[in-house]
């Protein structure tokens, strides 16, 4: 695990962790010694020393001393290995947000089994079938646990805060939410929450939706099914079907059309059949946007009042909507 702890030290002495920490200092006069204000308790004269030379520190007036690892520690409340991580990224390059909603995404899906809340809503959406939700990192986000980890892990709470992961009140942006992480050449792009409450049923972080749902997976076939959410795609992938992706809303952004538009290719449109309609006229405004760059659009008719999740939910299988593909309209 990363450099050592005496490399560590080397590479980041004591003296200027604290200057970083805006600790102000004066010399004792005493070789390599500085005294000032103690970071550990409240005091109104210096009593906290740190040896330069030593690479320690130690104060009067509170009794606390030892090294860099000891006084992180203490000053953030973190374990030994907590502290250890969040020096190991200290003046390391600046993070890069992918590789944080890595870590959030795989901290929400060690989340999953402990909270059976999350499990039952996974039930009741249709999705039983553990390779699935380990295919889809599918996770949980129980609220208040997030900030924790990852400031441990050496992330700022400024970085987090930007990139959505905290509210701007500083707590866990996803509080009760399944998660999807969406990700585009296998990097984590955006974080999809939905609430197991009524609570603002759908959110994303910060930024834009991305492409399409897993289309790295997808972009090789010559026919592909359209759906508007991930709870559609997720029973299909559990169905077996793999052509199948997700435009998250009925709006496709410009990225996604020009995704689905690489290549002449049948797109299977599988919008909601809701009583509002808004799916099906989606579908029908989509279509010939997709004709004109030379694909077969298809629409699929699904019972009435039906989405593909509340399809398979309802006891519907493989055979039957292979059925409904086979008898989509252009
Ligand atoms: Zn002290």
């Known amino acids: 695990m990363g450099e050592d702890v005496e490399k560590l030290k080397l590479r980041l002495p004591l003296l200027d962790y604290l200057r970083q920490q805006n600790w102000t200092c004066r010399s004792t006069g005493h070789g390599a010694e500085f005294v000032g204000l103690c970071p550990l308790h409240l005091e109104t004269r210096p009593s906290f020393y740190?040896?330069?030379?030593?690479?320690?520190?130690?104060?009067?007036?509170?009794?606390?001393?030892?090294?860099?690892?000891?006084?992180?520690?203490?000053?953030?409340?973190?374990?030994?290995?907590?502290?250890?991580?969040?020096?190991?990224?200290?003046?390391?390059?600046?993070?890069?947000?992918?590789?944080?909603l890595e870590q959030a995404a795989t901290f929400y899906q060690n989340q999953l089994d402990r909270h059976p809340e999350a499990?039952?809503?996974?039930?009741?959406?249709?999705?039983?079938?553990?390779?699935?939700?380990?295919e889809l990192r599918i996770g949980y986000a129980p609220g208040g646990c997030l900030r924790g980890h990852l400031i441990?892990?050496?992330?700022?709470?400024?970085?987090?805060?930007?990139?959505?992961?905290?509210?701007?009140?500083?707590?866990?942006?996803?509080?009760?939410?399944?998660?999807?992480?969406c990700c585009q050449g296998g990097?984590?792009?955006?974080?999809?929450?939905?609430?197991i409450t009524a609570a603002f049923a759908h959110r994303f972080l910060h930024g834009s939706k991305g492409g399409l749902y897993a289309w790295d997976q997808v972009q090789q076939y010559p026919e592909v099914i359209l759906v508007e959410g991930l709870f559609d795609y997720a029973v299909l992938w559990q169905a077996g079907f793999r052509h199948v992706t997700c435009s998250l809303g009925t709006h496709l952004n410009a990225c996604q059309l020009q995704q689905l538009c690489d290549r002449p290719?049948?797109?299977?449109?599988?919008f909601d059949a809701d009583a509002n309609g808004s799916g099906q006229r989606a579908s029908q405004e989509l279509a010939p946007r997709l004709r004109a760059q030379g694909l077969s659009p298809?629409?699929?008719?699904?019972?009435?009042?039906?989405?593909?999740?509340?399809?398979?939910?309802?006891?519907g299988h493989r055979a039957q909507f292979q059925s409904l593909l086979e008898a989509a309209l252009p």
């Open 152 to 181: 441990a892990q050496g992330y700022s709470f400024d970085l987090l805060q930007r990139l959505g992961l905290l509210n701007p009140q500083g707590r866990d942006a996803f509080y009760r939410r399944v998660v999807f992480p």
């Open 265 to 270: 290719r049948t797109v299977y449109l599988t």
């Open 50 to 100: 740190v040896n330069a030379r030593k690479n320690l520190f130690y104060c009067h007036g509170c009794g606390q001393g030892g090294d860099l690892l000891r006084f992180v520690q203490l000053s953030r409340h973190l374990s030994f290995c907590q502290s250890l991580a969040y020096l190991q990224q200290q003046g390391a390059p600046p993070a890069d947000p992918a590789a944080v």
């Open 187 to 195: 990097r984590v792009m955006n974080l999809y929450g939905r609430s």
């Open 298 to 315: 298809r629409h699929v008719l699904l019972p009435d009042g039906h989405d593909p999740n509340s399809f398979f939910v309802q006891g």
């Open 119 to 134: 499990l039952d809503y996974l039930n009741q959406r249709g999705l039983h079938d553990s390779a699935t939700i380990q």
